[in-house]
């Protein structure tokens, strides 16, 4: 089988467990996105993947060979890292071809290999300039280079933006994507960033404390989180969870302090078969909204108070720092650019979009 993949791979240091076992199966060319809170052992897995570390159980397979033992060289992969060294000395052109001079490909291949990867980073002309005489942008994209001219099977990326600032991010995860249209290579990209994951991947990883939580398309993830860990993960900002309790009647209810909102479709058949009547009620920020302001078609509006302390503007929305009842919520209402700061009163949620969780397991209903 062509791809990456990782069977039942474990890892320790000494007695600690930071891998129990994963699972993972990465299609030839796709852009994968593998995320989590830092420490969940991202670095990790990929690292493993490079064969930077060894595995403490399992095996790995790239390009449909076992590369379980293999060392990181003979495993056809490039990878950038968070914190890429160049070597000030040298040139753009001399840190793009380093790899290359050192395994002592012939030189007109070097020139042309550095040359499409030149272009393709736009860094053609600046290939005679210093580190030092740089953006952290152009850095960066140096960085990938180095990698590029490579033209592995595979690419790992570990976290390659954090050290920029957020407009710079913003526009080298456009080239990030772009880059992998071009090339066509399977990608792994590896960050804190849930918005990074959500841009640039075609799948997403969502990892917590060594585990896989969920793998699936940006929009599987985002309307279909399988359990608490990942709807609260994924979406920003932030979805709001409260306490509640199912009520049967002509229509179900979740209840809870300060709210009581009508359970519709079929959440409600799964909710009705649910064990306890005990849950955890996940309201996204985005489906709040000021009253009478319509939906799309499934979208059936309930009135929900809130106690509104800050209102902060951003243009098109405004992002209330509100509470429902005793419990703190994030509310972004999207409101025209010249509206006035909102205060406290009745809103509108949108109960199509209401997520259940079980409060002991966490697992979506
Ligand atoms: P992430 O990249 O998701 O932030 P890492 O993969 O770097 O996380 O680390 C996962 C866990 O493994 C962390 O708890 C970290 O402290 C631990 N860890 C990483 N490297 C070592 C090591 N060499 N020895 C012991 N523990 C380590
Ligand atoms: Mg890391």
Same mark, same amino acid.
């Given at each position: 089988?062509?791809?990456?993949?990782?069977?039942?791979?474990?890892?320790?240091?000494?007695?600690?467990?930071?891998?129990?076992?994963?699972?993972?199966?990465?299609?030839?060319?796709?852009?994968?996105?593998?995320?989590?809170?830092?420490?969940?052992?991202?670095?990790?897995?990929?690292?493993?993947?490079?064969?930077?570390?060894?595995?403490?159980?399992?095996?790995?397979?790239?390009?449909?060979?076992?590369?379980?033992?293999?060392?990181?060289?003979?495993?056809?992969?490039?990878?950038?890292?968070?914190?890429?060294?160049?070597?000030?000395?040298?040139?753009?052109?001399?840190?793009?071809?380093?790899?290359?001079?050192?395994?002592?490909?012939?030189?007109?291949?070097?020139?042309?290999?550095?040359?499409?990867?030149?272009?393709?980073?736009?860094?053609?002309?600046?290939?005679?300039?210093?580190?030092?005489?740089?953006?952290?942008?152009?850095?960066?994209?140096?960085?990938?280079?180095?990698?590029?001219?490579?033209?592995?099977?595979?690419?790992?990326?570990?976290?390659?933006?954090?050290?920029?600032?957020?407009?710079?991010?913003?526009?080298?995860?456009?080239?990030?994507?772009?880059?992998?249209?071009?090339?066509?290579?399977?990608?792994?990209?590896?960050?804190?960033?849930?918005?990074?994951?959500?841009?640039?991947?075609?799948?997403?990883?969502?990892?917590?404390?060594?585990?896989?939580?969920?793998?699936?398309?940006?929009? *599987?993830?985002?309307?279909? %989180?399988?359990?608490?860990? +990942? #709807?609260?993960?994924?979406?920003?900002? !932030?979805?709001? $969870? =409260?306490?509640?309790?199912?009520?049967?009647?002509?229509?179900?209810?979740?209840?809870?302090?300060?709210?009581?909102?009508?359970?519709?479709?079929?959440?409600?058949?799964?909710?009705?078969?649910?064990?306890?009547?005990?849950?955890?009620?996940?309201?996204?920020?985005?489906?709040?909204?000021?009253?009478?302001?319509?939906?799309?078609? *499934?979208?059936?509006?309930? %009135?929900?108070?809130?106690? +509104? #302390?800050?209102?902060?503007?951003?243009? !098109?929305?405004? $992002? =209330?720092?509100?509470?429902?009842?005793?419990?703190?919520?994030?509310?972004?209402?999207?409101?025209?650019?010249?509206?006035?700061?909102?205060?406290?009163?009745?809103?509108?949620?949108?109960?199509?979009?209401?997520?259940?969780?079980?409060?002991?397991?966490?697992?979506?209903?």
């Amino acid at each position: 089988m062509a791809g990456v993949q990782l069977i039942r791979v474990t890892k320790s240091y000494g007695t600690v467990t930071v891998i129990p076992e994963i699972t993972l199966d990465f299609d030839e060319g796709e852009f994968a996105v593998i995320v989590g809170p830092s420490g969940c052992g991202k670095s990790t897995t990929l690292r493993m993947i490079a064969g930077l570390e060894e595995v403490s159980g399992g095996s790995i397979r790239i390009a449909g060979k076992d590369v379980t033992w293999a060392m990181p060289k003979e495993r056809d992969i490039a990878m950038v890292f968070q914190s890429y060294a160049l070597y000030p000395h040298m040139n753009v052109a001399g840190n793009m071809s380093f790899a290359l001079r050192l395994a002592g490909r012939p030189r007109a291949e070097i020139e042309e290999r550095v040359r499409r990867a030149a272009a393709m980073l736009e860094l053609t002309d600046y290939l005679e300039r210093k580190p030092k005489d740089l953006s952290g942008g152009q850095r960066q994209r140096v960085a990938m280079g180095r990698a590029i001219v490579r033209d592995a099977y595979c690419f790992l990326f570990d976290e390659p933006l954090s050290n920029l600032d957020a407009k710079l991010r913003s526009s080298m995860r456009t080239e990030l994507a772009l880059l992998h249209k071009r090339l066509g290579r399977t990608m792994i990209y590896v960050t804190h960033d849930q918005i990074e994951a959500m841009t640039m991947a075609d799948r997403i990883v969502i990892m917590e404390k060594g585990v896989v939580q969920q793998v699936g398309s940006p929009r *599987e993830v985002y309307n279909k %989180p399988k359990n608490r860990f +990942v #709807a609260g993960f994924i979406g920003s900002p !932030s979805m709001n $969870f =409260l306490d509640g309790e199912l009520q049967d009647g002509d229509q179900l209810h979740v209840v809870g302090d300060g709210f009581s909102l009508p359970i519709q479709g079929d959440l409600a058949g799964r909710a009705r078969a649910h064990g306890s009547r005990q849950v955890t009620v996940g309201l996204r920020p985005e489906h709040f909204s000021t009253p009478g302001r319509s939906g799309n078609e *499934e979208s059936i509006f309930a %009135p929900v108070t809130l106690d +509104v #302390a800050v209102a902060e503007y951003i243009g !098109s929305s405004q $992002f =209330l720092a509100a509470k429902i009842g005793g419990a703190p919520v994030t509310a972004a209402i999207e409101v025209g650019p010249e509206s006035e700061p909102l205060a406290s009163g009745k809103y509108a949620f949108d109960t199509s979009r209401i997520y259940l969780f079980d409060r002991g397991t966490g697992l979506t209903l």
